[in-house]
């Protein structure tokens, strides 16, 4: 049984909130935000006390076309520094790598750079070129974190093999990510144990990233939270691929340390969110709610969202069609 | 510390779930549903093993205007019956009486009523007038529960005296309310510990009343119902006053046991819920959280999801002023 960390009504040093808005947003609208929405978020993070902005990804131009995806699918240096200068605030600035779609010697030295940290995706199968570049972008200079997707799915004891390695790396933090929105409270709190267990013994931190599938984003991320993850992912207004994300209104109003302010998030959803959802569709709806329940990736809900199908019976039944 | 009840693999028998599609959803539209929705809300109950239906409140006629509400706010007993006929069915039938709307004389005998349940909400400051209610409609042949309202601002030690008291009368089940949608999952732990060792002395069962003001109506339902609350409410879609309440079709996805169906729960959404979403406004939205977040009644956020007032900056200053 795994201890609370702290107490609610307390603030906590080593919490540190993450704002992905225009990296998984990017994944609704392929990356393509004006550089007006792109400075608003950055500005919001500065002014609300945000650690952490992850700006896009860092995907190579040579493998993706710069045609279909917009600025921020590749984070150039002169893109970011359009947006953020310098950057002579005490927000961090992050890019996450794809395994994959990164090349790694495309990677400037940290001293060329605005960028603070290199977040690393991965599925399990690719855990040995994640920890290339794990070492490479650590050797460059960069904080780095590893997000092991699809973890919901991995087989049997094979979780604790991939965290057991990844601990002899360099990487400073370890991410529980919910690639289908599925975990319920009672599971990331053992996820938070296990991984929690490796972090503690390597000197490493814990952070959660949580999708709204089944309403449970949030409540997720306060439970990964409550019992010692660190690095806490959201979004402005929840805004990410299908149902988004842990919105980063509702973890500023619980976490009770003053350096967070909500009133500079409440700007930026009147000026740019409220007209965004007119003109975008994400958060939770049935057929996220019926990927989740299932343990499925949400793209088949996302396509039924497209098509603005509500034939939800029917949907179900695909899902639940077997061999 | 409290203990889980059972284990999220398997059905636990104490569990019932409980439908207030009608009643807290007529407090978005004063009541007024078609008996073919209401019909279809009892229908859906059925088929997807639901245990009880909460079909609208029993006001006296005498104190509110059967012109400005629809029937469901009165529950007149032909009025049931032209729904449910004699409800042959597994599904049993519950109304709402709040405290000063009720006229107990006007509550007929169980073996003259379709009725089974009387669900009794009371603030704390009407708790003997509760007391008398549910001692008659107990005497009277009903299955009784009482919900105590607006908990998150009982002072001090003051719930347990509630608890208590209420401990000795005859009702069969007490319901931890969020009236205010603004009690995190912690919180609820240790409501949940608190009722149930009084539920526990006595024969009695806890149940759980959730709101989405903070987008944690499902995940308090599950955190509730893990540490042993049996009754658990909610409505189709979330379909409720405000913010809604803990959706059935979440909480039957987590439920194991096999005598719960999500088809028929899909059915009514798509013939019913989709082309009420285009009339209706529910659900969460910021200022549901504000609120939410500082412990409110959502009456103000009522008022300005009415006026289509996304000033969310000036709607959070009105709440922070203070005389």
Known sequence: M????????????DIKVFD???RDGGLVNNFHFTDEFVKGVYETCVKAGVDYMEIGKNNSPTIMSEEEFGAWNFCKEEDIRRIVGDNNTDLKIAVMSDIGRTVKEELLPKSESVVDMVRIATYIHQIPAAIELIEEAHAKGYETTV????IAKSFDGELDEVLDVLSKTNVD?????DTFGSFYPEQINKLTEKYLKVAKTTGKQVGIHAHNNIQLAFANTIEAL???TSYLDVTISGLGRGAGNCPMELLIGFLKNPKYKLMPVLKFIEEF??????????????PYMLTGQ??????????????????YRDFYRSLLETD
Chains 1, 2 share one sequence.
């Open 20 to 22: 992905c808005t225009i």
């Open 294 to 311: 299932l343990t499925e990736h949400p793209r088949s809900a996302m396509k039924a969202r497209d098509e603005n199908n509500t034939n």
């Open 173 to 177: 933090v370890i991410y529980i990510a």
């Open 147 to 150: 997000n092991v997707m699809a």
């Open 273 to 286: 969110i409220v007209p965004l959802e007119k003109e975008l569709d994400w958060g939770y709806s049935i």
């Open 226 to 228: 409550t019992y010692g």
């Open 2 to 13: 795994i201890e609370k960390e702290g107490s609610m009504l307390l603030a906590r040093k």
